[in-house]
């Protein structure tokens, strides 16, 4: 069985003051050759890796806190802790240390800290040698104390030499019965002078004296003491409100006292490091490192307690989930999860992992599924809170359960729908709720934090479980707003969640390219969210066109078909017509969206702009887009003028030749069969009386020409005279007429190089040629011919 006394956390203190966990494991204390010394060894308790060895330095200040922490610092600004499981284990190896520095195991520091420069060593010699000595604690001596305490906070050796005076000579709980004499005859001054002697106390950052001051018998005299700022004309009433305002409210009573007291003693110092101390500024910001740290410790214990004592989570739980639980109590129990997820924050990954498995297997999924539909403000609230903690850390644990869900549960319980509808329904003017509901939705839609398997499809099952179930919640009042021609309501309270609807379906657009595709081509959604561009809030319009354009980014044809046909450019060029030239961000955001379109060279866009909206927009002159989208759209028709052009030069074959050619480029080059073999490898059955020969252009014109009336023999189901007669038209056409070289080049081998690779779009060549028919001549003497 595992010895748990050695069982410890290893935690370091990183650049921001914070304590990282760098693992658990076991603690032992041996004789290492390679160090020269004896060391501290923490292997890790899951692979028995080395975490730390640490020789034990005979100079080094080792610090024993709370019992079951060892704190001490290892060079320059690295400081070192081991959280202890069990008190027998710290004392253990605490008599260890003191064994080998030589010193009594009852002491709590085995050294004085020393951490000045060297010229401040120099400085202070003498005092590094001379201990504090404190004025008699006496009323009529609190100024002197006062300027003693302030003026040793300016070096760290007179603070350790201070701290070791006010320990030893027990002087905090002198001067608290100090506090009570001047309370009882209303000694203003000398109250003034002990907010000053303790909030000095408190920058010393000692834990030893923190341990002093906030046993349960003294807390409240300190807080006292710090009420009294001569700042302020009247006296704070911190103790008033810690002790009859702050209730603490168990929603299951605790047994455990050492977890009450925990509890207890956390809340009074995180209201003393909060609210009661002054802020502090640049310069004393560090100085409260050690309060900070005790907060952070207190915490990781209080969630460990709790989550050793199995009966409590469950009744607990137990106790959420009862539909006989008063609204009230069921209240304080989200509160207390609320609290207990925020303590958790403290704890590293695998600990929080942990953690968070322990409350699903408890049912903290279905618990929320109630209390997010409580119609109360405060719980409604806290479990948000709770949900976010979840699904910022693991997301996939919501989208598992809610997969499971799919086949026996109706689909208004939900938890997904759940989360929908307490969106849609948040009643708070600002939408706080609404807002971080969103984001949770963000989160688990979130393809990148999805995880895929051999097994596994996480991303695939939960968007298809999504589209089919939660969409249409998702998209209802969005559908419902816009059924007219105009938002049917304009209220703030209305645009707003409509706002984040918009935001949340435009993050789809960009992320789920199948699944949102079909259901904006289904739904017809597009139509229905650019009716908002009638909204008279700016923001809104600004979201709609935003979701459009995000639709336009992705240079999908199904949409850009869809645009066309549905004529959804007009509710833009409306708003662009109405915004009337201002000079701002609706008007910036049209035209870029515009510019986009030309540069992206979308041209079944660009011609539906331009054919439909074109005299419209040809007189806007601030800037150029729409010029030079009717400029691009001009080089289009003229090549596509050009292409017809040559095509119909050709004769009678134009019927057969391009649309045979088209095919044959569209088919896939792995499918080759016996007609292709024909067109490339065919050299046969050229006329005798064909004067071809000595005009190698003419030539291949004829071969290809001949290839593809076999072709058409095969393909088409006519007369062998019919089929050939174009094939011998054409051919007897061109052999009669004599074509020059120069007639034959233009011609003939244009036809073929626009069917077989220009027929269905324009080349990269003709975009960049402008349209030029000499230009397109020039490219076209160019280019490789059939053979």
């Given amino acids: 069985m595992t010895d748990t006394r050695r069982r410890v956390k290893l935690y370091a203190l990183n650049a921001d003051r914070q304590w990282d966990d760098r693992g658990t494991g076991h603690v032992s204390s041996c004789y290492v050759e390679r160090l020269k010394g004896t060391s501290l060894l923490v292997r890790a308790e899951s692979d028995g890796t080395l975490l730390l060895e640490s020789k034990i330095q005979p100079d080094t200040a080792y610090q024993k806190q709370q019992d079951t922490l060892i704190v001490w610092s290892e060079g320059d600004n690295f400081d070192l802790a081991l959280s202890f499981q069990e008190k027998a284990g710290c004392d253990e190896i605490w008599e260890k240390i003191c064994q080998v520095q030589g010193k009594d195991p009852s002491v709590e520091i085995t050294q004085d800290i020393v951490e000045e420069s060297e010229d401040e060593r120099f400085d202070e010699m003498s005092d590094s040698v001379q201990p504090v000595e404190l004025p008699a604690c006496e009323m009529g001596r609190l100024e002197d104390i006062s300027v003693l305490v302030n003026s040793c906070l300016v070096s760290t050796a007179r603070k350790d030499k201070l701290a070791a005076a006010l320990e030893t000579q027990h002087y905090i709980k002198k001067l608290l019965n100090l506090f009570h004499m001047c309370e009882d005859i209303e000694n203003i001054e000398g109250l003034?002078?002990?907010?000053?002697?303790?909030?000095?106390?408190?920058?010393?950052?000692?834990?030893?004296?923190?341990?002093?001051?906030?046993?349960?018998?003294?807390i409240f005299d300190v807080v006292g003491c710090l009420e009294y700022d001569p700042s302020l004309p009247q006296p704070k009433k911190h103790r008033e409100y810690l002790r009859e305002l702050a209730k603490f409210r168990e929603a299951i009573p605790i047994k455990n006292k050492d977890l009450l007291a925990k509890i207890h003693q956390t809340y009074r110092v995180q209201y003393i490091q909060d609210i009661v101390l002054p802020t502090p500024t640049v310069f004393e910001d560090n100085l409260l490192s050690t309060l900070s740290s005790f907060i952070f410790f207190n915490k990781v214990e209080i969630v460990k307690l709790i989550e050793e004592d199995d009966k409590f989570l469950t009744d607990l739980f137990k106790l959420l989930m009862d539909d006989k639980t008063p609204d009230v109590k069921r209240r304080d129990l989200v509160l207390f999860l609320k609290e207990f997820c925020n303590f958790s924050q403290n704890l590293q990954p695998q600990d929080k992992d942990a953690f968070y498995k322990t409350l699903v297997s408890l049912g903290i999924l279905p618990a929320l599924e109630i209390t997010l539909s409580i119609d109360d403000q405060k719980t409604k609230t806290a479990s948000i809170d709770i949900l976010t903690y979840i699904v910022e850390f693991s997301p996939s644990v919501v989208r598992d359960y809610t997969l499971q869900q799919a086949n026996n549960t109706e689909e208004e319980q939900m938890l997904l729908n759940i989360v929908i509808e307490q969106m849609l329904r948040d009643r708070d003017p600002e939408l706080g709720g609404a807002v971080q509901l969103m984001g949770v939705l963000r989160i688990l839609l979130d393809p990148e934090s999805m995880l895929a398997s051999v097994n596994k499809s996480e991303k695939a099952d939960f968007l298809n479980f999504f589209y089919k179930h939660s969409i249409q919640t998702l998209i209802a009042p969005l559908l419902e707003n816009t059924t007219g021609e105009k938002p049917l309501k304009e209220d703030y309270h209305t645009v707003q969640l409509l706002g984040l609807v918009l935001e949340l379906l435009s993050f789809c657009v960009e992320h789920h390219t199948y699944h949102i595709k079909t259901c904006i081509l289904n739904k017809d959604l597009l139509r229905r969210i650019l009716v908002l561009m009638r909204s008279t809030h700016t923001f809104l319009v600004l979201g709609a066109l935003r979701f459009m354009r995000k639709i336009i980014a992705l240079k999908d044809e199904y949409y850009n078909r869809y645009i066309i046909k549905g004529n959804l450019f007009a509710p833009v060029i409306d708003a662009f017509l109405r915004n009337n030239g201002r000079y701002n961000l609706l008007d910036s955001a049209i035209l870029e969206l515009f510019e986009f379109i030309k540069l992206e060279d979308i041209k079944s866009l660009c011609?539906?702009?331009?054919?439909?909206?074109?005299?419209?927009?040809?007189?806007?002159?601030?800037?150029?887009?729409?010029?030079?989208?009717?400029?691009r759209y001009d080089q289009h028709q003229d090549k596509l003028k050009e292409r017809d052009r040559v095509s119909g030069s050709v004769g009678v074959g134009e019927a057969v030749v391009p649309s045979l050619l088209r095919s044959r480029y569209r088919r896939d080059a792995r499918q080759a069969d016996d007609e292709e073999e024909m067109w490339f490898n065919d050299d046969d059955e050229l006329e005798d009386d064909a004067p071809l020969d000595a005009q190698p252009h003419a030539h291949h014109a004829h071969h290809a020409l001949d290839a593809i009336g076999k072709i058409v023999e095969k393909k088409v189901c006519s007369s062998t005279?019919?089929?050939?007669?174009?094939?011998?038209?054409?051919?007897?056409?061109?052999?009669?007429?004599?074509?020059?070289?120069t007639d034959v080049q233009v011609s003939t081998p244009r036809l073929l190089n626009k069917g077989l690779v220009d027929y269905d779009g324009d080349s990269d060549e003709e975009e960049e040629g402008g349209g030029s028919s000499a230009a397109a001549d020039e490219r076209d003497a160019k280019r490789p011919r059939l053979a």
Avoid: W
């Fill in 192 to 218: 003034h002078h002990l907010y000053e002697i303790f909030k000095s106390i408190f920058l010393l950052n000692k834990n030893t004296l923190f341990d002093t001051m906030f046993a349960d018998d003294t």
């Fill in 607 to 631: 011609s539906h702009v331009v054919e439909n909206y074109g005299k419209i927009l040809e007189d806007v002159e601030y800037v150029q887009t729409f010029k030079a989208l009717k400029t």
């Fill in 721 to 741: 005279e019919n089929v050939n007669g174009p094939s011998r038209v054409l051919l007897s056409t061109t052999t009669a007429s004599k074509p020059t070289h």
